[in-house]
């Protein structure tokens, strides 16, 4: 048997690989990880950490604005944007330094720079050359710039936690996580944002009372949304931009934030050239224990394009560690995954959504109520909170739980922990509710709508 340099080798130090890693090398594996940015991948540099640190920041105008129902006198608050990067670049910078000492307590030895793969176990970094048993691929994702005229002007994600300044006026172009969350948060730091959708209505795949009733609330605070709306070019405008619709109309702004989605960053590996199969969109085509199509190359994370979240690409390492390294063969399950957008307000999301569960051939009942939060009756902001139950009519299961509203993200993870468990509706009822709390609206719903 060929003695390699390592028994696993990781490109990638993102959730997915940073975890495989980890995990492999405490089961005894010589593991080493390649990463040719920041420790910790998109989610600790350029996504999920920094954007929720600005969700908060801007959270605090619409605080400060309620306080007057409450007896508050509070002065006109003033935003500094340096300040927020600042602090967020230092929080991002102390994550990353733990990524490191995570790795390298664990025996995993980190390489530094761009791998490429010139054989099923060979990879090279800068002139260097490593071999490896096995090999993860764990590159993750990356913004896609759309093919429109002038697109390039623009910034996307990777770019946006970073500006100078913050926009008095920006055009969010997209409809997914991304444009929803940053439409919030720059409206809440005190921006003019328009967002400009191409389909009737964002969130597409959320249940669709989710969509509806966010896009509700989101105008209440300001946001103009434009839906059905195509975006024919981008132009210089003086020191900012001009925006033409299909429609025909000018939109100028000082921004331009292109969230259309992503795309698997898998280009430039040299994957195709060792034989490993690639779907249309460029993602790593994997069988159920994540191999790929050339043996002992597997893969994890969004670059296999399956669902693009960070706790999915940990249970996706540790299925790998399992499975090669503990003689544990491990298979994950991606059924009734919840997920959160941290929009403003907030949405939680588990399960099967109306139309998916129709579609499946459900027999439903469907269980639905809005309502003022109890904060608001004081506040005087006129927001209402979403919370919708499917059930099937047959066994009683509770196939999708759906919430617009404070801490939706917050609440909906105890109701995933209740769908993996095989709740009933009937479970739902039986459980005494926190009052006063939002979430016991979940237990208290007893009305099916349409009845």
Not at 56 to 84: E, N
Not at 333 to 341: F, G, M
Request: charged share 20%; glycine share 12%; hydrophobic share 40%.
């Amino acid at each position: 048997m060929t003695q390699h340099d390592f028994d696993l080798f990781v490109i990638g130090a993102g959730s997915g690989g940073v975890r495989a890693s980890r995990m492999s090398a405490r089961y005894g594996a010589r593991v080493a990880v390649a990463e040719a940015s920041h420790l910790g991948g998109t989610c600790v540099n350029l996504g999920c950490v920094p954007k929720k640190l600005m969700v908060y920041a801007s959270s605090f105008s619409a605080a400060a604005a309620d306080a007057a129902g409450f007896g508050w006198t509070v002065p006109t608050p003033l935003f500094d944007w340096a300040t927020l990067i600042a602090n967020k670049d230092r929080e991002i910078e102390r994550l990353n330094g733990i990524y490191r000492g995570l790795l390298e307590g664990s025996g995993v030895r980190i390489i530094e720079g761009r791998a490429r793969l010139l054989d099923r176990h060979t990879v090279e970094i800068g002139g260097d050359t490593f071999t490896a048993e096995r090999i993860l691929i764990a590159t993750g994702s990356r913004p896609f710039i759309p093919p429109i005229p002038g697109a390039e002007l623009g910034i996307t994600s990777d770019q946006v936690f970073h500006l100078e300044s913050r926009p008095e006026k920006i055009i969010i172009m997209g409809g997914g996580y991304i444009a929803v969350e940053f439409a919030g948060i720059f409206n809440g730091l005190g921006s003019e944002v328009t967002l400009n959708y191409r389909g009737p209505l964002f969130l597409r795949g959320f249940d669709d009372d989710i969509r509806i009733t966010l896009a509700e609330e989101m105008r209440k605070r300001g946001i103009d949304l434009r839906f059905d709306s195509l975006v024919d070019r981008i132009e210089c405008a003086g020191s900012g931009y001009a925006v033409t619709l299909s429609s025909g109309e000018k939109v100028e702004s000082d921004q331009l934030l292109c969230a259309i989605g992503r795309v698997p960053n898998t280009a430039g590996l040299g994957l195709e050239e060792v034989g490993v199969e690639l779907t249309d969109r460029g993602a790593v085509a994997v069988d159920e224990h994540l191999e790929s199509s050339v043996s002992g190359m597997y893969a994890v994370g969004d670059c296999i394009d399956r669902i693009a979240l960070t706790p999915v690409a940990l249970a996706e390492g540790t299925a790998i560690a399992e499975t090669l390294f503990n003689d544990n063969p491990t298979v994950v399950d991606y059924t009734n995954i919840p997920s959160a957008v941290f929009s403003q307000p907030a949405v939680g999301t588990v399960g099967l959504t109306e139309a998916e569960a129709r579609d499946a051939g459900f027999d439903l009942k469907i269980f639905r109520t809005t309502f003022r939060p109890m904060v608001h009756t004081l506040s005087g902001r006129d927001e209402r909170t979403m919370m919708k139950l499917v059930v099937d009519r047959k066994t009683d299961r509770v196939l999708g739980v759906h919430m617009v509203g404070h801490d939706a993200g917050e609440i909906i993870q105890g109701m995933a922990v209740a769908l993996k468990a095989g709740a009933t509706k009937a479970t739902f009822d039986s459980t005494v509710g926190i009052h006063p709390t939002a979430a016991e609206e979940f237990v208290t719903m007893r009305t099916p709508i349409g009845l």
